[in-house]
């Protein structure tokens, strides 16, 4: 089954390059372009398209308002073509707020553009969004089956209190890790998110954040202290370890693993905090691939619990349903059930 595309940008160059991507994979076809977010609009209601690329910052109605009217009218998965840029990252992370399933970053000015590595993306992300919107139409959405047959790991103590909460997530990330942070408002413990973001976006992200919740959110830098309260997102491009070179001192460490297929790994950062001599809890969210799973388990082994979201609810359920298939986890909740969870463990009245 071909899966339709509507291609949304104001640059008739970018239209053209999606176009020459596209021309030689006769299984993803372009059903319409869009010049604005109002056309937008009306073709999404009109062809019925599978997936629909949606430039982020257009003149008259933008990226982000078609996304939020496209998503209450005529539901079906966006993704954002954002420009590399500040402006262009806060205005993607609304984007995601709003509804869109993904995005792809792409350099301000097209005479640079990567059209090879944009063109490897594009694909990959409109054939798995076009074969998941499919599959939700025939409703033949499936979860594995190792979920369903779940088995906590062991049981959490009672009066258990984290002196560190951990995230991982990916895919779907940034409106869930929204509504996480915003429900269980502040904690009496620092928060570590590794949100694989490309670096010029994670920035955008934390102030994204900050400024939804009211919580002290930043982006993690080289040697900063993590305070209770704080929520440090690891920034994009590069890893994120965590140390505790004092008793009580907790401090952010930035350093790339060539060897990590993604950045910022959950791996290394759960890994380096197994090491920490404090009590701590890790958290694994929506997202594709299994990052996190490995690094669970260096945290099991030092008794340390293990959460993964309810995976019919994650955008995508590969990295929960990874963690949850190796035997380490402690519990499976959707996010209000994770957000109640922190609020009672280390929440502040």
Excluded at 61 to 76: K, L, Y
Excluded at 104 to 127: N, T, W
Excluded at 151 to 178: C, D, M, Y
Excluded at 192 to 219: D, Y
């Amino acid at each position: 089954m071909k899966i339709k595309l509507l291609v949304t940008d104001d640059s008739a160059f970018m239209r053209t390059a999606v176009r020459m991507i596209l021309k030689d994979h006769p299984d993803i076809e372009v059903v319409g372009e869009a010049r604005d977010g109002q056309s937008a609009v009306q073709m999404a209601a009109a062809l019925k398209p599978d997936v629909i690329t949606m430039d982020v910052e257009m003149p008259g109605m933008d990226g982000v308002t078609a996304t939020r009217i496209i998503m209450e009218q005529n539901p079906r998965p966006i993704i954002m073509l954002s420009s590399m840029t500040e402006r262009g990252s806060d205005t993607t992370m609304r984007a995601l707020a709003a509804g869109a399933v993904d995005f792809i970053p792409k350099k301000s000015s097209f005479v640079q553009l990567d059209i090879i590595q944009i063109g490897k993306d594009l694909l990959e992300k409109i054939r798995y969004w076009g074969d998941r919107h499919h599959q939700n139409k025939r409703q033949s959405r499936l979860t594995p089956p190792v979920v369903k047959q779940f088995k906590a790991a062991r049981e959490i103590p009672e009066g258990f209190q984290p002196k560190l909460v951990l995230i991982a997530a990916s895919t779907g990330g940034p409106a869930i890790i929204h509504k996480l942070l915003r429900d269980m408002g502040r904690l009496n413990c620092p928060v570590v998110i590794a949100q694989h973001m490309p670096l010029l976006f994670t920035e955008g992200f934390a102030r994204h954040l900050s400024s939804s919740t009211g919580l002290e959110v930043v982006q993690a830098s080289d040697g900063m202290t993590l305070n209770p309260g704080m929520v440090a997102v690891c920034p994009g491009g590069t890893d994120t370890i965590l140390r505790e070179p004092l008793p009580g001192r907790l401090i952010t460490c930035l350093k790339l693993d060539e060897g990590a297929p993604i950045h910022p790994s959950a791996d290394i950062l759960f890994d380096s905090a197994s090491r920490l001599p404090r009590k701590m809890v890790a958290i694994v969210m929506t997202g594709m691939g299994n990052d996190g799973t490995l690094g669970a388990r260096s945290l099991a082994e030092r008794g340390c619990p293990i959460l993964a979201q309810e995976p019919e609810e994650c955008t995508i359920d590969g990295m929960p349903a990874s963690v949850i298939a190796s035997g380490v986890v402690n519990e499976v909740l959707n996010v209000d059930g994770l957000a109640r969870r922190l609020r009672r463990w280390v929440g502040t009245p």
